[in-house]
């Protein structure tokens, strides 16, 4: 038997964690961490789990073609060829026409779809499509984006090297991306102060040097408190923000410089005001502010936490200028943006022109959100085809992203799903989303496809990193990657010339061309190489802490926060967040990882426990005004008071474990459309069976 033990990376999250796949004989035995890789000196239990998802006997292996209507519990799949599957689909979409054909994709940062993001994008923009779904607003927008309306570009990488506070907003990387929780640990044995904002003290909160426990959808108010705090007393870079930023500029409606309107905006916001409606009392306020002005450079990183919640734009404008205040943006030691290697993007959004652009669903709303960029929520999608407003939308290409559970529901979901002419789903799994389509594709796992990864996001060394992944198993039956679907797709719609004629490997040479990188030498090295061409970016942004472009549209220049309206007879908080058994929807199927989580389960705050008298191990119904979820119950006595934490992503057929069925599809932030996922009025109650 020939055994070998092969470099490659994970590519099932955004972590991309570095490891070797040992295989025998094409088979894949074990994932085990490879500490010479950038990233790979950790890894978790879903990479180590890849053979038995690998080896799944309920994987999809051939593509499958409805026989029965929209609805019914049972498609009856009929099993066809590729060759007939790409014809029918080629013909269907052609007769439907691009502008009524919406594609998706599920997210690179939660799944291992980034191995073809980027040719998917391609392929909508090529055909003329003005939508495509995808999840960057309850994601990555506040993130990657929003930080744009503040320093003209997203987050960027903190340098923990050089650290001498972190501050973990919203963000838990010990369940979610394990190269950065690894590099902040380091930075914590060194020395640095870690302070964690978050409802629930886990992962890296619980070594931290502060906790702060905000109530869920609380964050702009905590960020105010902690501007107000370091203006106040002293703790702001004002000789940073005079160099950098907008700070002394006259504020465009007369009420003196913009860091006094700041200033005044912030000074609403005093320690006990902050205390009463977060949760987080004034000492321990009063103490992050001391870090945040005392133990500088800062390095800030934020993801979902922030995101969720319907003020999240008003929340990550509120994060950055306080984060601006510091004056650790572009420093060493703060957030910067790495040199990165240098790749042709095939993406190809400027393909779009602007009258495509505008039709965009959603775009008239939110011009500043993910419209912009051609993404569109789901709600508006599923609006558009049952509604036919703005304009029908008959035909729909997804990749992924099982969205009848992944995103919140709306009242026009079932009916949009059984109105769609067309629907062509890729898989690996039969989904509840993919038991409404009428085309199937088996999509290969990221185990048994090549993929390129240009920078692994962690530090400057990693940010430079290029690796060619290889597959390290076959894919079961007749399916194959996303990439070659995509390229099959535009074969089929006479888009071959704008994919290099039909062959991936040619376009896979364009893509590494401006590198200096090639595949050849990328095949040889398995491990990856340094890119010998690196993109350059600015060493500091220009800060606006006034932005116009909000105000323009009617909204706040200066980021505030609003209480929500009263709910009556909801008097606890609902938020959610990832576990290191799962990601998403996915997993769930494995049964390694469900020994390790069988059951969906709601964490309660003991004073939520004691006000509903339950009990460790009961089973509890929680309910919002939109819906019931039924759950395991735990007890936690490190969340924040008032805190319901449960787990999202669970399905199972006849079951009411889907969190985000209790989540109204309508609430959502004005400017990025990011749902109300976090914050959620609920109430508890024994039940459930």
């Avoid at 907008?246 to 465009?252: E, G, I, N, V, Y």
């Avoid at 609006?383 to 026009?412: C, D, M, Q």
């Amino acid at each position: 038997m020939a055994r070998e033990l092969v470099p490659t990376y994970c590519a099932l999250c955004i972590s991309r964690c570095g490891c070797l796949a040992t295989v025998e004989d094409g088979r894949l035995l074990a994932v085990t961490p490879d500490p010479g890789h950038p990233t790979g000196r950790a890894l978790c239990i879903k990479a180590k789990a890849a053979p038995e998802l690998v080896s799944h006997p309920g994987r999809l292996t051939t593509p499958l073609l409805r026989t029965r209507p929209k609805g019914d519990p049972d498609p009856g799949w009929r099993p066809i060829g590729w060759d007939e599957a790409q014809s029918l689909a080629g013909e269907r979409l052609a007769a439907i026409g691009p502008g009524a054909t919406a594609f998706a994709v599920a997210t690179p940062s939660g799944t291992a779809i980034a191995d073809s993001f980027a040719w998917i994008h391609r392929l909508a923009h090529f055909w003329g499509s003005p939508n495509l779904v995808f999840a960057t607003e309850n994601c990555n927008w506040h993130r990657d984006f929003s930080p744009a309306l503040t320093w003209g570009t997203g987050l960027g990488m903190p340098d923990y090297a050089r650290s001498r506070a972190i501050l973990l907003w919203g963000s838990n990387p010990a369940a979610t991306w394990l190269a950065h929780a690894e590099r902040i640990r380091a930075a914590q044995q060194r020395g640095a102060r870690l302070v964690v904002v978050d409802p629930r003290k886990s992962g890296l909160a619980n070594g931290a040097d502060l906790w702060l426990p905000l109530r869920p959808g609380t964050d702009g108010a905590l960020a105010l408190g902690l501007i107000h705090l370091l203006l106040q007393e002293g703790g702001a870079d004002l000789d940073f923000l005079r160099r950098h930023s907008d700070a002394f500029s006259p504020a465009p409606d007369g009420g003196g410089t913009v860091l006094d309107r700041l200033a005044e905006r912030a000074g609403a916001w005093p320690p006990e005001r902050v205390a009463a409606v977060t949760g987080v009392a004034e000492e321990p306020l009063r103490q992050a502010a001391a870090i945040l002005a005392g133990e500088k450079p800062v390095a800030l990183y934020t993801w979902t936490g922030t995101c969720q919640q319907e003020q999240a734009t008003a929340a990550t404008r509120a994060v950055n200028i306080l984060y601006a205040l510091t004056g650790s943006l572009g420093q060493p030691g703060g957030n910067r943006w790495f040199p990165k290697p240098r790749l042709n993007d095939v993406a190809a959004f400027g393909q779009v022109d602007a009258a495509t652009r505008q039709r965009t669903l959603g775009q008239g709303e939110r011009p500043l959100g993910p419209p912009s960029r051609g993404w569109i929520s789901t709600r508006d999608l599923f609006r558009a085809v049952a509604t036919g407003e703005p304009y029908p939308i008959r035909g729909l290409v997804a990749f992924g992203g099982n969205f009848l559970v992944s995103k919140p529901a709306t009242r026009h979901a079932e009916a949009a799903l059984a109105k769609l002419e067309f629907f062509v789903q890729t898989e690996l799994f039969e989904t509840p989303s993919a038991r409404w389509a009428d085309l199937l594709l088996p999509a290969s796992s990221c185990w048994e496809r090549e993929g390129l990864q240009g920078g692994f996001m962690v530090d400057e060394a990693a940010d430079a990193h290029v690796q060619l992944r290889p597959a390290v198993a076959a894919p079961p039956g007749e399916a194959r990657s996303d990439t070659a679907i995509v390229f099959g797709l535009a074969s089929a719609l006479g888009l071959g010339e704008a994919f290099f004629g039909g062959d991936p490997e040619a376009g896979l040479a364009h893509v590494l061309a401006p590198s200096g990188l090639d595949a050849a030498s990328l095949r040889a090295n398995r491990r990856g190489l340094a890119a010998l061409h690196l993109s350059q970016e600015p060493a500091v942004p220009p800060i606006t802490l006034w932005s116009e472009a909000l105000a323009a549209l009617g909204g706040e220049a200066l980021p505030d926060w609003r209480p929500p309206p009263p709910s009556p007879g909801l008097p606890f908080s609902l938020t959610c967040g990832k576990t290191p058994a799962y990601c998403h929807s996915q997993f769930r199927q494995i049964d390694s990882l469900r020994r390790r989580q069988p059951e969906p389960v709601a964490e309660l705050a003991p004073d939520v426990a004691t006000a509903r008298g339950i009990r460790p191990g009961d089973r509890v119904i929680v309910r919002t005004a939109f819906g019931a979820v039924h759950y395991l119950a735990e007890i936690n006595p490190r969340l924040a008071a008032g805190t319901v934490w449960a787990h999202y992503g669970w399905w199972r057929e006849g079951e009411a474990i889907s969190y985000n069925a209790a989540m109204d599809g309508e609430c959502f932030d004005g400017i990025s459309g990011s749902n109300a996922l976090r914050g959620v009025a609920c109430d508890v109650v024994a039940g459930g069976g």
